[in-house]
């Protein structure tokens, strides 16, 4: 793989390396300055320190050389004083010549032996013992020796050569000093006189073999001829050595001399940087720390922004999820409060319109297909509502099955109805749960501003306004839109009122049971009564049913409501057995909400009642469907009791004739709206005919209710109808009145009789 120039990675790693470096920007500094400061004493130690060698090589290597040459004098000086014991006697013996050599040879001398050679043959010598091989050497035949010889007998001068390998045996440096006899008028050459200098022993002596320094030496011919090394290597002469010289009358040596382990190995170098490098280290190492410190706090800083990050993150998160519903993802409660505490209007012209959605069959689905199936229903409906949604529009879900529809628009009514309607169709298209199809639906309240710059009070009004005008809508319907009002409000203000003091009429017995007899169609005698409830309201008078039976249900209190007109219809009926009356039932209407209380059946169980004389009106629009397993068991348990079951209303329910049977009802009572028109109307006195044709087949009594005119009576009569109640034959009456009524009744029966 190439690498490749990625300007990114380059100018990554620029900004990674100013940014590490920024820290250390001082250490590093710092440690320049320390290195070169360091580097610059080292320097100047080392050459210093090199100075004090050198000076300290070259006293060393001249005490040396100021050695050899006083020895080497001093063995000079004992061959001439040999040289001149024979100049005088040059015709001795042999044994002259040993007692001579003994005498001069001194014991701290290197001179190891002494040769004499007149005419250049060497001819005695000394010792005697082991130079024996000597004697005879003629120094002109001898190559290594001729030169020298030669030397010293033509300049007339002392002569140092060697090392010369010696004749018997061993290298010597051999010292010549030529002899010449005075005739009395001439200088005559007699021979040579040789010193043999001992090697080992003269280095010893002049202290070449004590001493610390690599030394060479080298007899210099001529200058510019290579140097002859005789002691050592040449090699140290190419080491900068300290040099001296050797200056001998006959001849001249070079030393050359440096330390055995090389220049600079014992200066205290090591150690003084050793030093200057800890010294350095204790400036720089504080500024490295103080780097480093930075460093972690810029790590710190940065980890703490990071940290800031995730947390404004989650705020975010968390302020997202508080103002959002989980389950549909829509806008919440909070958010459409939020919205209408502080309204960010589109345009200043703009109207806001609220519409407040509730789904009518959301409970019932809930119920049957479980909450699986009711999340898929809140699912699809925010999200049909969000299709809905324009770009200033917002759909809320608010709780349980409600919804916020908000919108925008100059010219709100129209807007607003369009919507209204458009939410309608489409929450009534059909949706799939579990494979079938369901129709939920909804009833929506519409209410808008009517005017632009409403105050905040009035925006948490229009909220208000929408559930009123959904309210309304639920009233009147499912599937259904209703639009706020003002009369809305007032009526609405008015049923709040009335509610308040519903709740004192049931505290302070403000209820009173009226009865409406109920006749035998063919003798026209009283066959029961019913009874009916009235509010003896303390500023309205007596209120009928209509005006507060809304109110009870809606507060939840029409169950108590029976509850109540039940004992005090029981009461009366007590009251009128006892003045000997003939009535012989009494009924009473009974809601939902009575029939679903848990404790009816041990309520009326506990009754002192006689079979036959109390029978329950159930409303055929009390959904017998809905209702249906807890009236399987409750209506059963009722006749149990000896309480009888009426059917009421009949005819404008929705409820199907068969499961209306199935209760097997005592009787069915026809509404009134059915029989008002059957004076004028064929039809319907047939719908009649037909109804009474069922309960004949199904022993079930038929009961018209709403007998206006006698006329009526007559008809009904006629069609075989059984029990016949209305304002032609009574309107409903207190207890009081009943009696009054009963009394009268029987004295025109008897007046008549
Ligand atoms: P409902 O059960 O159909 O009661 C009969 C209603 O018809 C009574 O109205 C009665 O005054 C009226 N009525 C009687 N004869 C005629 C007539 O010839 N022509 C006309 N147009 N109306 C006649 P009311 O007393 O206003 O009661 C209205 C409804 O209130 C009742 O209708 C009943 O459903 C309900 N209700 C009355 N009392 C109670 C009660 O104690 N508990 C419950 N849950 N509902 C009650
Ligand atoms: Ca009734
Ligand atoms: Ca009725």
Known sequence: MKFRRNPKILRGFANSVIGHTGAFAPAIFAATIAVIVVCVATNWRR???????????????????????????????LLQGLAAGVAVNPTMDQTAFSKLAAEILQPDSQLRSFAAAPGMVVKWVYPEKGNEKAIGLDYRKNEKQRDGAMLARNTHNIVLTGPVELVQGGTAFIVR????????????????????????????????????????????????????????????????????????????????????????????????????SLLAFCVVAPIIWVGFLTKSRQKTIEKLRLH?????????????????????????????????????????????????????????????????????????????????????????????????????????????????????????????????ECVVGASVGVAWETEPAVRRRDLSQLLLNADLALYEAKKTGRGRAAIFTEELRSATIHSKELADEFNHALDRDELVAFFQPQFNADTLDIVGVETLARWDHPRKGLLTPDKFLDVAERLGRSGDMDRLIL?????????????????????????????????????????????GRLCFELLETISFDDLQPVLNEIIPAVKELGIEIEIDDFGTGHASIVSLL????????????????????????????SIIEIGRSQNIDIVAEGV?????????KDLGCHLLQGYALARPMTSQQLIEFCRTKSKGLTEAG
């Open 662 to 689: 199935r209760f097997e009802p005592r009787r069915l009572k026809i509404d009134r709206e059915i029989i008002k028109p059957i004076v004028t109307s064929p039809s319907q006195r047939r719908l009649v005919s």
């Open 177 to 276: 000093c030529p002899v010449y006899i005075n005739d009395g008028t001439s200088q005559i050459f007699w021979g040579l006189l040789s010193g043999i200098v001992d090697i080992p022993r003269l280095y010893q002596d002049s202290g070449l073999e004590s001493t610390d320094l690599e030394i060479a030496i080298s007899t210099v011919p001529e200058p510019n001829l290579p140097k002859q090394v005789f002691l050592g290597s040449l090699d140290t002469f190419s080491k900068q050595p300290v040099v001296t010289f050797v200056d001998m009358t006959y001849g001249r040596w070079t030393l050359a001399a440096v330390p055995k382990h090389g220049w600079g190995q014992n200066s205290g170098i090591a150690t003084f940087e050793l030093y200057a």
């Open 47 to 77: 050459e210093r320190s090199l100075a004090d060698e050198r000076s300290i090589v070259a006293g060393e290597i001249a005490t040396i050389s100021s050695r050899l040459q006083t020895n080497l004098n001093s063995n000079v000086k």
């Open 708 to 716: 206006e005119t006698m006329e009526h009576a007559k008809i009904l």
């Open 567 to 611: 004992q005090k219809a029981l009461f009366e009926l007590t009251r009128w057995d006892s003045l000997g009356m003939d009535i012989p039932r009494v009924s009473v209407n009974i809601s939902a909400r009575r029939l679903a209380q848990p404790n009816l059946l041990a309520e009326l169980s506990a009754l002192p009642l006689a079979r």
């Open 308 to 436: 800031k990050k995730k947390l404004v993150r989650a705020r975010q998160r968390l302020e997202y999820l508080s103002l959002h519903d989980a389950l549909t993802g829509l806008p919440n409660r909070r958010f459409i409060d939020q919205m209408i505490s502080q309204p960010t209007r589109p345009g200043p012209e703009d109207c806001l319109i609220l519409i407040h959605i509730d789904l009518d069959r959301f409970k019932e689905i809930n119920d049957t297909k479980g909450h699986a199936g009711g999340d898929t229903v809140l699912q699809a409906t925010a999200s049909r509502l969000a299709n809905l949604t324009g770009p200033n529009d917002v759909a809320a879900r608010i709780g349980g099955d409600e919804f916020i529809f908000a919108s925008w628009s100059t010219d709100p009514e129209p807007k607003a109805n369009a919507l209204a309607q458009q939410i309608v169709d489409t929450l009534e298209q059909p949706l799939s749960i579990d494979g079938a």
